[in-house]
């Protein structure tokens, strides 16, 4: 008796422990990510034009795999109908003079964690200030970059948390009033509803430069970030006015924003194709 009470004992601590550590390496890789850098020039295609975009979704971060690979073919079909040169990658060695010339446009597509080296934060820094387009897709605005100047003045909020009791959780979104003078606004419904996962953040951008696209109605899903005994001051919301999309022109380039994107399901809702086709077109001055 006293073996098998011993046995259950350990096997009890053993379970306990590895349990623990995986919830400690899943949150360090979430919140810090497990960086790894590709510092080599990449192959590009030929027939780059002046209406290029570069679809970037590494992940050194928490990996969207389901919504990444949904994206993938969506933006190649967008490309197919504007007339657009859409490249796909995840190594970060296309992010040199050089090469990252030859676009107009950048996607971070769930990029999640530090995917750039110094010098290549440098490079990609000079892109954006001297005129290229920016797009952030969810995870592109998550806490796991490690990069102050892309938090303070590219994405101008700093992400606290998201929703825990559904991962996907509808809630209805509502056009900015002023955003709806906006080319940005064409063809996008006035108010509609989706399932996503919903990010909160520190601060409001529009403290900043940013002006809002899109924000979310609080009262239509359960904002708690909470996790059991691990998380517990996360049950807050940013109140009447929670900006879910916005933009704002970083010196001579363009940023835009969208917290959705978390699963294939907002990838092929028809609202969300049509505001990433806005965006792209904005951004990138087609």
Known sequence: MKKILKYLFYSFVGAFLSITLFIGVFIYKAKKGINFYDTDPIELPLNLGEKSILVFSKANGFRHSAAIEASLPIYEQMGHENGWKVFATEDAGVFNELQLAHFQVVIWNNTSGK??????????????EDGGGFIGVHAAGDDSHQWAWYEDEVLQAHFSHHNIGQDLDTATLYLDTEAAKH???EGLLDTFDLADEWYCFYDNPRAQTSSVLYAVDEATYDLSGNI????????WGMGQDHPIVWYHEQKEGKVFYTALGHSPTTFRHQNFQQLLTNAIRWTGNF
């Open 183 to 185: 080319r940005l606004s």
């Open 115 to 128: 995917v750039l080296t110094d010098d290549q934060r440098t490079i990609f820094k000079k892109w954006i």
């Open 228 to 235: 059991s005994f691990l998380v517990k001051d996360k049950n």
